[in-house]
């Protein structure tokens, strides 16, 4: 069975999900919706696409999944209306930046037994994903702690960050679902420590742009998440697991990997220094699994509630940051 | 103007490269000859392009350029024959085993003014390139010496051995090609030994599995190339180019970069572990320069000159291996 | 002027820093007192020196200097007794465990002006001074923020876990040092949190054996430690430093750096397994540096008053981890 | 028994190994023998050895052993002069720059059983240490070829090029020797070729500056040998060993291993630049191995057999330069 996939929103992110459809086997973009007209006729003539209103694919019978890539306000109205048509449906992180619109969401899509993909790209890196599986496998032995570097190359404009929901909601929710993945056991207390070094027009909106978290859990697993709005030398993006036997970790990644040595030293190039070069080869993968899972019937991972936890983590944070203290999940 | 094209011959590397034209920008796959009637079907299929037999490509008005992926002994007349029928040529390495059939065959390239690009793929990886970009912006000096590292993952079957024209015509003509492209200078001497250490079956066959290359230029710069048959660890391909101010090297390239530490020592995965997920960049970056090449009107590289030159080098280290001398290419 | 070193106890630690001194340039050890007659001794011996009680050194007008290796209960009460003696004092951390006792015995090295030197080795490693030097030549700008893993190879005896001190006034009193070594401004806010993952012996004597630390100061600059009284692959001792134009990070160390690549990966060797064997250098630099700060009439650092302020810092990460909060230096 | 060693030569590399005696268990430098009497004397001091002449010491009934750091061209008559004192000796590469001195120098030793070691100092390098280990314990199963690369900091200045014997006999007579070692089986043909590209002072003196060498063995194994008198980046020198089973390799030392990433890329500093430091270790433990054979009456390792090898195999090269060709070593 070929799945026709219909693209909501045909921007940056649009077009990297259009191109993975595309490539993937048994999915085909049939349609595409986007508010800026000329963005949605470019995509749709690149795969041979109509051009459609959100409505018109909500009720096309020839649409079995959506992939919602329009603006995080209008995410979990769209899951909404797209689960109630029927649709499976693929969308961006986050579901919405309130607790309680995303349990709302969640609850009607689980009312109707719908399908959702949430977008944690991350969990499809390669790199990422041998991690997961040398755990797996018990290379390590039991996971102790984890650690994660994740720093931007730089700080997104202002007007971004207006309508980001803070550091924690939108950079530090990939570490919150990648700490979760891989401690393999629910955070219980999250403590996090915040502030402005990089720029002070983030700190005049409210918000931080470096942090640091650490998230412990009932069996005293530890997590330890350092994040930046800077990196001058590229996407700074790296894991790192200890276990009662061992470490495993990855790497950063870079686009060219030669080395010059001259009196000097020895020099490296910098790494990628964009999230869609960093991690082209999981947007491919997270497209092709959320393919897969519709032609086999199975609910697609990461799901709504594991988009919903990473949520609650970040609003923890949040909390954390003004108390000063550990926050209890059991407080959120 | 968008390049229509036809591949001659559907197999393995058929397939990559009807992909890389369907990825390149202005290209077209239209037509696919293979003898092997399926073969040509499901290639055709999968890009929307029609099966067609060699001739019917030739005299197609609507065929701009051919790729051809076809065995060796058919390369240099297919060359002919499309050049004559006024198509753009891009042609897997080697041209032929013969070097009197190259010769012959690139007069009447020359002659007619016709289009010929040679499948060296590996000028075209992002590594060795970024090599060549560093060589060229003076980062190293002037260069010394060359030091290419090229191991097979494991031996091909006897039967591949036995129509190779051996190891220097069939791999290390890579490494020949690749020597002439860093050196900046013309080869005049080379030096090879040889021997059998991996299968003495391709000893049988009067090939080897082992062999060391010495090149040296007029003005006394050296390249040293280690070829062998056999790497357990994986595809090894690695490049290190000294010069007066420094020295250049690309390393090895892992489908994963994790690395597991435990009471045994720190362990990455082994290498890719064949040619064309370790290639998969420059099989892709050189379709594009040949398509680019054809939309602009200039000769592409690398060209059947090229080929001729890396084959008259194989010829240079077969005599060497056999009298235990350098040889003078204008012995050759 | 030739500096006559006096040894306090001559057990491990003794012995490496009675070769530290024979090997400084103008530095002698004269004389070795130990409870244990027989290491006191084979030291003097082995040096050329006498064996004598404590108070014969103090009495002693050809000593110029003592390096107290005594066990930590008796540390305060020596340095007391030595800069009233007259003598400059080398003494390995800490000075106390009680911080009540470290200000008295501060307060009586500063009323009579004594020389006190405190032995935070790892400021003298060259791979973490290099890290120094580079933040200090302003290769990555203004820091932002310290990373330090620190494991040992594997958890001490019960025995010495009692009279510890517990993980973070024994173990992580190094990491606290190098934080305010490299952070460049004290630290104000102390944030721990600690579990028994190694051993189940550590925890029924209210001890930790799994820690993470975050450390803040403030203009808002952040300090992460990780610590674990396991690493199977060896002694894990990195330190990362962040800043305003870069990172500059110093490597773990392994005894031989070769590499063995097979069919199942490339494997290094383990690290260094023992702190005597990773922090040789380190060692030898730290006395060398204690003589000639003696040669030169200068202060010698780490001082006694860093000594106290690691102190304070692991007391505030005791009392964080307690309360689940993060705790103000001025509460200390 | 304490083996009472005498230094013949108290420059650079007679200080070097009158250290490590002194730190070798059971050895003491007695005495001391230099043209330069201030030198002398300066060694002697810091020892507390006497100065005496050659042939006091030759006499001297409280001598055990000899270890001659002396000009090459005083070596072959030095050892024929301790060797009949009855001393054991221990000289710096090479015995001679000729082969037949060389040859009439060992059948003495040979004749009179003498005990003589030769200062091969890599052998004891603890890198390359660790290579030999990792073959002999199976790791990468038969030998297949060796890779040596060895590329000095700095040209040596004329005055030394011209008593050197040229870059063969005094530059890659190392890695001949470190190819016999790794090999595990002899060389039996030898191929090279060098040219002037760093100084052309060096080429007026007849000598070379950048060469490269292939060596074969019966069964067909391979050794490739990259030299230069010139490496920016510092002291250059990497061993490579590929067998059926896997590859082992030896990567570069540097004094401080840190790494600084900025916007321009990764770097980590420059190589050690000087063989003294590079070495230590290996000088320190081939002056213990001396010591420890002659306490334990074996035969110390490598050999005077094992110099003249080594210097066949340059005299080789040399020969093969000049006639272009693989010159046999039964041709030597």
Known sequence: MAVNVALLGAGRIGKVHAKAVSMSEGATVVAVADAFEEAANALAQAYGARVSSIDEIAAASDVDAVIICTPTDTHADLIEQFVKAGKAVFCEKPIDLSLERVKSCLKTVEDLDGTLMLGFNRRFDPHFRAVKEAIEAGRIGDVE????????????????????GGIFRDMTIHDFDMARFLLGEEVTSVFATASVLVDPEIGKLGDYDSAMVV??????????????????????????????????????????????????????????????????????????????????????????????????????????????????????
Chains 1, 2, 3, 4 share one sequence.
């Open 215 to 332: 998230l412990t859990t009932a069996s005293g697993k530890q997590c330890a998440i350092s994040n930046s709005r800077r990196a001058t030398y590229g996407y700074d993006q790296r894991i790192e697991v200890h276990g009662s036997k061992g470490v495993v970790s990855a790497e950063n990644q870079r686009p060219v990997s030669i080395e010059v040595a001259t009196a000097e030293g020895y020099t490296r190039p910098p790494l990628h220094d964009f999230f869609m070069t960093r991690y082209t080869e999981a947007y491919a993968a997270e497209i092709t699994t959320f393919v897969e899972a519709i032609n086999q019937g199975q609910a697609p991972q990461p799901s709504g509630e594991d988009g919903l936890k990473a949520l609650a983590l970040a609003e923890a944070a949040v909390k954390s940051v003004a108390e000063r203290r550990a926050i209890g999940m059991d407080e959120i």
């Open 145 to 164: 702690s984890v650690h994660i570097t994740s720093r931007d190359p730089g700080a997104p404009p202002p007007a971004y960050i207006q309508s980001s």
